[in-house]
T-cell receptor, first 110, second 115 residues
Framework: DAKTTQPTSMDCAEGRAANLPCNHS???????VYWYRQIHSQGPQYIIH???NNETNEMASLIITEDRKSSTLILPHATLRDTAVYYC???????????FGEGTQLTVNP | GAGVSQTPSNKVTEKGKYVELRCDPI?????LYWYRQSLGQGPEFLIY????????DSGLPNDRFFAVRPEGSVSTLKIQRTERGDSAVYLC?????????????FGEGSRLTVL
C-alpha cells in the first residue's frame, strides 16, 4: 500500500475551515484515499473516501490533486468537537484492511 | 441503533495469564476486524473475518494471539500467556461488505493492562 505523509499537528480557530493535507506521492491508479478520525478515547470514525474525483458529504470535502499525489480534507466550519487525530489512508480497490499511520492531531481552539 | 459493542471496556491482568476480549458487531455485518492501538500510535491491524472464516490473519503478532468467530457474528480475541507488551487498546470494527463499502464502524475498544 502507498505510504502517506501528514503533519503531526495543526490548529484551527472555531468556525473557520480546517484544511488537512496528506501526501501520497507513490499512490497507484487502483488505490483509494480514505480519511478517518479518532476523538480521544473513542474508536476511529469514517469521514470520507475517494479515488480521483473530489468528494463531499455532510461531514467534509475531499480534494484530490489531478496527479493524485496529494489530497486535502476540508472541514468547512470547524467546531470544538472536531478536535481529533485525523488519518489519511491509501488502500487498493481490492484491499482488505486499513493501515493507519500516526495521523494529524487537529486542535480546534475557541 | 446499536453500534459495535466491546467487552470488557477495561481489563487488568497479570503477566502470564490468559485473556479473552469480546466483540459484538453491528447486526448483519459480515466483515469484522480486530486492531490494537498503543499509546500515541495509530491502530495496528491484527485480523479480518469475512463471515466465520479469517480472511487475513497476517497482523497477529505471534501464536499467543488467536481469534474466532464461530457463527459469523460475535468474535473473541484470545491472548495466551500475556506479556506487558500486550498492554494496549484492542479495537473491533465491522462492515456490511468489508472495505469495499468504504466505511468500517469501530467500537470504543477494550483497554488491556498487563502488570
Amino acid at each position: 500500500d502507498a505510504k502517506t505523509t501528514q503533519p503531526t499537528s495543526m490548529d484551527c480557530a472555531e468556525g473557520r475551515a480546517a484544511n488537512l493535507p496528506c501526501n501520497h506521492s507513490t499512490i497507484s491508479g487502483n488505490e483509494y484515499v480514505y480519511w478517518y478520525r479518532q476523538i480521544h478515547s473513542q474508536g476511529p470514525q469514517y469521514i470520507i473516501h475517494g479515488l480521483k474525483n473530489n468528494e463531499t458529504n455532510e461531514m467534509a470535502s475531499l480534494i484530490i490533486t489531478e496527479d493524485r499525489k496529494s489530497s486535502t480534507l476540508i472541514l468547512p466550519h470547524a467546531t470544538l468537537r472536531d478536535t481529533a487525530v485525523y488519518y489519511c489512508i491509501v488502500v487498493p480497490t481490492s484491499g482488505s484492511r486499513l493501515t493507519f499511520g500516526e495521523g494529524t492531531q487537529l486542535t480546534v481552539n475557541p | 441503533g446499536a453500534g459495535v459493542s466491546q467487552t470488557p471496556s477495561n481489563k487488568v491482568t497479570e503477566k502470564g495469564k490468559y485473556v479473552e476480549l469480546r466483540c459484538d458487531p453491528i447486526s448483519g455485518h459480515t466483515a469484522l476486524y480486530w486492531y490494537r492501538q498503543s499509546l500515541g500510535q495509530g491502530p495496528e491491524f491484527l485480523i479480518y473475518f469475512q463471515g466465520t472464516g479469517a480472511a487475513d490473519d497476517s497482523g497477529l503478532p505471534n501464536d499467543r494471539f488467536f481469534a474466532v468467530r464461530p457463527e459469523g457474528s460475535v468474535s473473541t480475541l484470545k491472548i495466551q500467556r500475556t506479556e506487558r507488551g500486550d498492554s494496549a487498546v484492542y479495537l473491533c470494527a465491522s462492515s456490511s461488505r468489508g472495505l469495499s463499502t468504504g466505511e468500517l464502524f469501530f467500537g470504543e475498544g477494550s483497554r488491556l493492562t498487563v502488570l
